[in-house]
């Protein structure tokens, strides 16, 4: 059952004089009342199915894992409608080996499982301790296949291959001790089982095992414990009972107390844990990994306003820190939320033997790799020229060479390309076989690679090839003709101009399968514009977000998505556009950007655009709506967040409250809440601890008090991207809002 909508103030929603004429009142009550007609229903159900087309392509969704000798790997590869089975590829030779027969896998599965399994679908493999077969996961259970004999086994929860799937464990890389995140605390079993260490956390005081936790050998393990006991908390409130439920999450705001971090080092042999002493002032703190030898924990430090980065080694026995070398931008930032929740992992790679580091720097304008000596002493800058290099993969075995991917091909600016480099320096050779996203995973040898990859056009393939290029075997090859047959088409691309007149910008549109070019369509903008993600797919499949827009189109809209200045990805200049001035560049970017491309596609109504984001996409559509009034004519921000909120996610690209605070006081938009003319809706889920619901309510406020009428949709217990059936509603209601405001084709 379909409940009605939770409002705030009075929802009124005018109508464009348009709009009456095709609806007249009894029409318009039946169309998007409490329940909507079977039209409109059968509009939002094909809506939702296309939004999830992606389920319909035939493609191992299982990431191949490389085993640690041999160059060889393994995966999943389909075969046709009984599904598929898993295969061990030799890199050396291309031959491609099945483990078992699909027949008889089916036939062990569904007898282990006690059902029929007739086509069954993974989403993980690990390879088994012992390398001698893999463990995947299925209905729940764990099995092991080895990589002879064919047999599939049932595997116990505790058994230590099946622990190699589980995100609570941390097996070590040699010596078979384990790492185990419990609730607050962790604890470390030897290969025999028994607890070597253990330690229980407190309340906003605990213990967490990063990624890299393990040295190379064994012998250590590195634990951080999280002290956020002086972070501002935010409330969450349960209102499942009428005995309302009241839990605090730590949540640092902009201005407010960072959670401090200290690194301890356990070693398994003695069960001693090393504190190691943290850096000065307030700081993000990363491990990012271990030297080759394992006898340095290497560590990454940003600072509070994102100005200074830090590399430490540290001694795993005495617990002694050293600096190796920082990386500062006084005028900028070195780092943001971008880097924070993935890029701190590729920002470095140890050399073995002690020969140094590769760094990943924008120093000259663009993001290059550095050679530094084992003490910190700049020795060359490795690459050069107008692009980006976004991840260094690897080194080859003799070290006279590394691998990266990077966007340095013309025309192609936020396209992810494999090349090799030399530590001498110089232009880099392309190793990639196409142009497009490439998704490349290295073998141990760092003679081979697995090389996943797929153009907006083009659906993914699997190569497995030499860095020599002297050999390319195709593994898997996505087949997206059920998509197709349901109506999919890849979105069509375009190029503008910044509003600086300068620029180049890159997005796409999407439109509704039953496109007719002598009509004219409702537009909307589909929006995130953060400055530490770009959202225009440049892959077949691209993410979340052009899924929904694919989706949203099938309404009868034109929808269109935009990456502007500010995002990453390109060069420094491009993310530093808006750098301390948050909110200023996005929206009219994006408004002149919708003004070219309409210009020569006359099926673009620009008299009934609309704007649409979720997050930081729902602090822009706020903006749109409110910097652009005569322009977007109506807009719905899902959960948006405010330059108040995460300190991680606003001060890197604002510097500090009290540093710049009439970069805050301009990009707030509660202060232009008086400034709203078309039809607005909020989303909020009362659970959410990523863009809090305070930054809804006090925008509500604004707006009663700028006597400014807008519609309110709270989500009860709702995270920040509603779950389940909520998902559904929420994504029903921002259609209906559009449709009821912006209206049909004409």
Not at 33 to 50: E, N
Not at 318 to 337: D, I, N, Q, T
Not at 397 to 421: K, L, M, N
């Amino acid at each position: 059952m379909r409940l009605p909508l939770v409002s705030l103030g009075v929802l009124l929603v005018s109508l464009s004089s348009a709009q009456a004429q095709e609806l007249d009142a009894p029409a318009l009550a039946s169309t998007f009342g409490p329940v909507p007609d079977a039209k409109v229903q059968a509009k939002l159900d094909f809506a939702d199915r296309f939004s999830r087309w992606v389920t319909l392509m035939r493609d191992s969704r299982v990431v191949p894992k490389w085993l640690r000798e041999g160059d060889r790997l393994v995966f999943w590869a389909r075969e046709g409608d009984d599904g598929g089975t898993w295969t061990l590829a030799h890199a050396k030779t291309g031959a491609l080996q099945p483990l078992v027969s699909s027949e008889s896998l089916r036939e062990q599965l569904s007898t282990l499982l006690g059902k029929p399994i007739k086509a069954p679908r993974f989403v993980e493999v690990a390879i088994s301790p012992d390398e001698q077969g893999i463990v995947f996961r299925l209905e729940g259970k764990t099995f092991s296949l080895g990589l002879t004999g064919g047999r599939v086994t049932l595997l116990a929860p505790e058994d230590r291959a099946a622990l190699t799937l589980s995100r609570t464990h941390f097996l070590a890389p040699r010596g078979g001790a384990v790492a185990v995140q419990r609730e607050g605390g962790f604890a470390v079993l030897g290969a025999d089982g028994a607890t070597v260490v253990e330690r229980a956390g407190e309340a906003f005081f605990e213990w967490r095992i990063p990624e890299r936790a393990w040295s190379p050998d064994g012998r250590f393990v590195a634990v951080w414990r999280e002290d956020a006991r002086g972070v501002h908390k935010v409330p969450v409130v349960d209102y499942s009972s009428a005995l309302e439920k009241v839990t605090t999450v730590p949540y640092a705001k902009t201005g407010t107390p960072l959670p401090r971090a200290e690194l301890h080092l356990v070693e398994v042999a003695t069960g001693k844990v090393t504190r190691v002493a943290p850096v000065e002032g307030e700081t993000y703190d990363w491990l990012a990994g271990w030297n080759p030898e394992g006898t340095r924990a290497l560590c990454l430090h940003l600072s509070r306003d994102a100005k200074r980065l830090d590399l430490t080694a540290v001694d795993p026995v005495s617990g002694e820190r050293k600096r190796v070398l920082r990386e500062e931008r006084p005028e900028s930032f070195v780092a943001g939320l971008d880097f924070a929740t993935d890029r701190w992992a590729k920002q470095v790679t140890a050399l073995p033997e002690g020969r140094g580091y590769l760094w990943l720097s924008e120093r000259d304008g663009w993001r290059h790799v550095y050679l530094y000596d084992g003490a910190g002493r700049l020795v060359k800058q490795l690459t050069r020229g107008a692009f980006p290099v976004h991840e260094v993969l690897g080194v080859s075995p003799r070290g006279d060479a590394f691998y990266v991917t990077a966007s340095a091909e013309r025309g192609a600016p936020y396209e992810h390309v494999f090349y090799r480099g030399s530590m001498k320096g110089g232009v880099l050779k392309r190793l990639s076989s196409g142009s497009g996203m490439h998704y490349v995973v290295m073998s141990p040898s760092r003679e081979h690679y697995l090389d996943s990859w797929s153009t907006r056009t083009m659906p993914r393939v699997r190569e497995l090839a030499s860095v020599e290029g002297d050999q390319r075997v195709r593994l898997t090859t996505a087949d997206a003709s059920a998509a197709e047959a349901l109506g999919y088409v890849p979105p069509e691309g375009f190029t503008v101009k910044a509003a600086d007149g300068v620029t180049p910008l890159y997005g796409v549109l999407y439109k509704p399968r039953d496109f007719d070019p002598t009509k004219r369509y409702p537009v909307l903008a589909y929006i995130y514009a953060g400055p530490f993600m770009t959202i225009v797919p440049w892959s077949y499949a691209g993410d979340a977000m052009p899924q929904i827009a694919s989706g949203l189109s099938q309404l009868g809209f034109i929808v269109m998505m935009l990456d502007p200045r500010g995002g990453p990805g390109r060069s420094k200049a491009f993310q530093d556009a808006h750098y301390g001035r948050v909110g200023q560049t996005e929206i009219p970017d994006y408004v002149t950007g919708m003004k070219q491309v309409a210009a020569t596609r006359p099926w673009m109504d620009l008299e009934r655009v609309g704007i649409h984001g979720h997050s930081w996409g729902g602090y822009f559509a706020l903006r749109g709506m409110l910097t652009a009034p005569d322009f977007f004519k109506a807009g719905y921000a899902g959960a948006p967040g405010a330059l108040e909120e995460e300190a991680i996610i606003n001060e890197p690209y604002l510097n500090l409250p009290g540093v710049n605070p009439q970069g805050y006081a301009d990009g707030s938009n509660f202060a232009l809440a008086g400034n709203l003319k078309g039809p607005l809706k909020m989303m909020h889920g009362t659970g959410d601890v990523n863009a809090t619901l305070s930054v809804t309510m006090r925008m509500a406020d604004a707006l009663i008090r700028a006597g400014k009428h807008f519609e309110l949709l709270l989500m009860p217990g709702q995270p920040h991207t509603p779950m389940g059936g909520a998902y559904r509603y929420y994504h029903d209601d921002l259609g209906l809002f559009f449709l009821r405001t912006l209206g049909a084709p004409r």
